[in-house]
């Protein structure tokens, strides 16, 4: 099963509001990363948040973790129609070459 | 430009026809790794490399080979496609086998095996 998921599957909302992403892993991390990927695009890097931080900034998007949930969030602020796409979340594994194990990922659409 | 480069982006090919889809990383990248993504399953990986001449399995390696001659090139090749390998693929690189790097990926090459 998957390290990582996601909740929601899909999100629809209106530019300006927030989107809020959430996902949940399994085992112990170092880690927890966030990419984003347009529709049948290559996946982008947006932020990774170490497992002694409990919250990060990058512009209009914060990240928590709580490690004793193992659980972290992603929040777009103000919202615009260009965020529209799916959101990852992913952690690496101590063995196996630090593979990162992905989830299923958040849908998100952002309507003008 | 710092990027990983998939060719082609687009392949519609006949079961059994060997291809071989390229990859190439421009950043001196030591770690390179194959994902395939299909609807419902996500990302899975297929073969990644430490370094060069050092390959592993991933979790669906099966009708798949790569090989790592040298350190920017990362080729999977399919010797023997089948319809069940009709996915889109993604190269990915990173600058050590380290967890706490992150990664950066190709462009995505859609194959389509009839």
């Known amino acids: 099963s998957q390290q990582g998921e996601e909740d929601p599957q899909a999100l629809s909302i209106q530019e300006g509001e927030n989107a809020t992403m959430n996902c949940s892993y399994k085992t112990s991390i170092n880690n927890l990363q966030w990419y984003r990927q347009n529709s049948g695009r290559g996946l982008v890097h947006l932020i990774l948040?170490?497992?002694?931080?409990r919250e990060k900034h990058s512009g209009r998007l914060r990240v928590t973790l709580d490690t004793s949930k193992k659980s972290s969030s992603l929040l777009i602020t103000a919202s615009r129609a260009a965020d529209t796409a799916s959101y990852f979340c992913a952690t690496p594994l101590y063995n196996q070459g630090g593979k990162l194990i992905f989830g299923q990922g958040t849908e998100l659409s952002v309507k003008p | 430009e710092a990027q990983v480069t998939q060719n082609p982006r687009y392949l519609i090919t006949v079961t059994g026809k060997k291809l071989t889809v390229t990859c190439s990383q421009n950043?001196?990248?030591?770690?390179m790794s194959w994902y395939r993504q299909d609807p419902g399953l996500g990302l899975r990986q297929i073969y990644y490399s430490m370094n060069v001449e050092v390959t592993d399995k991933g979790d669906v390696p099966e009708g798949y080979k790569v090989s790592r001659k040298e350190k920017r090139n990362f080729p999977l090749i399919l010797e023997s496609p089948s319809p069940n390998q009709t996915s889109l693929y993604f190269c990915a690189s990173r600058l050590g086998a380290s967890g706490a790097n992150v990664l950066t990926f190709g462009a995505g090459s859609r194959l389509t095996v009839l």
């Open positions: 950043m001196n990248h030591e770690y």
């Open positions: 948040i170490r497992s002694n931080e």
